[in-house]
T-cell receptor
Framework: DTAVSQTPKYLVTQMGNDKSIKCEQN?????MYWYKQDSKKFLKIMFSYNNKELIINETVPNRFSPKSPDKAHLNLHINSLELGDSAVYFC???????????FGPGTRLTVL | GQQLNQSPQSMFIQEGEDVSMNCTSSSIFNTWLWYKQDPGEGPVLLIA?????ELTSNGRLTAQFGTTRKDSFLNISASIPSDVGIYFCAGKHAGGTSYGKLTFGQGTILTVHP
């Protein structure tokens, strides 16, 4: 029943490791996004994919690589994790009209 | 980059009181959205606004798209304890890509005392 789901919910890892976060939406939306929410709760977009094609790529280190195997999935792979990567990462999806976004429950990443 | 100023940053109110919060932008938006985020959850869409001057209600919530297209307001009437959370405004720029790039405000943390 969950519209936008993410796994895992929590991720604790050591600096330098590589990790992935998965996102799936069952809303039939064409566009998916990754956001980062910092400790001050500020939400900032990282990437956007439309029909598996990269549309928005904000100024994000190239250690972050999104991958969209199909339009219902958008995974986020992070290489060489750093302390500053600790945050909550949210996946979202939308259909162009109406252009509103629906968010997943978030993945809290802690880098030690 | 684009800035959205959301105020107040936090509010402490008594149950039953009305609440108002607003967002202002230095540039024009063609869509304003209001979200609520509960602890440990993702933001949930409350109200979407698409036209300047539009006034839309969702239960006890009412939001308005400012006539200048540079601001938006959210009012919550007769607050209840479950209104607690962080409220975010978000705007989508006029023109440019239609793929939904949103800019978020800093959030308003609402605490409701029973």
């Amino acid at each position: 029943d969950t519209a936008v789901s993410q796994t895992p919910k929590y991720l604790v890892t050591q600096m330098g490791n590589d990790k992935s976060i998965k996102c799936e939406q069952n809303l039939g939306h064409d566009t998916m996004y990754w956001y980062k929410q910092d400790s001050k709760k500020f939400l900032k977009i990282m990437f956007s994919y439309n029909n598996k094609e990269l549309i928005i790529n904000e100024t994000v280190p190239n250690r972050f690589s999104p991958k969209s195997p199909d339009k219902a999935h958008l995974n986020l792979h992070i290489n060489s994790l750093e302390l500053g990567d600790s945050a909550v990462y949210f996946c979202a999806s939308s259909q162009e009209a109406p252009d509103t976004q629906y968010f997943g429950p978030g993945t809290r990443l802690t880098v030690l | 980059g684009q800035q959205l100023n959301q105020s107040p940053q936090s509010m402490f109110i008594q149950e039953g009181e009305d609440v108002s919060m607003n967002c202002t932008s230095s540039s024009i938006f063609n869509t304003w959205l209001w979200y609520k985020q509960d602890p440990g959850e993702g933001p949930v869409l409350l109200i979407a606004l698409y036209k300047a001057g539009e006034l839309t209600s969702n239960g006890r919530l009412t939001a308005q798209f400012g006539t200048t297209r540079k601001d938006s307001f959210l009012n919550i009437s007769a607050s209840i304890p479950s209104d607690v959370g962080i409220y975010f405004c978000a705007g989508k720029h006029a023109g440019g890509t239609s793929y939904g790039k949103l800019t978020f405000g800093q959030g308003t943390i609402l605490t409701v005392h029973p």
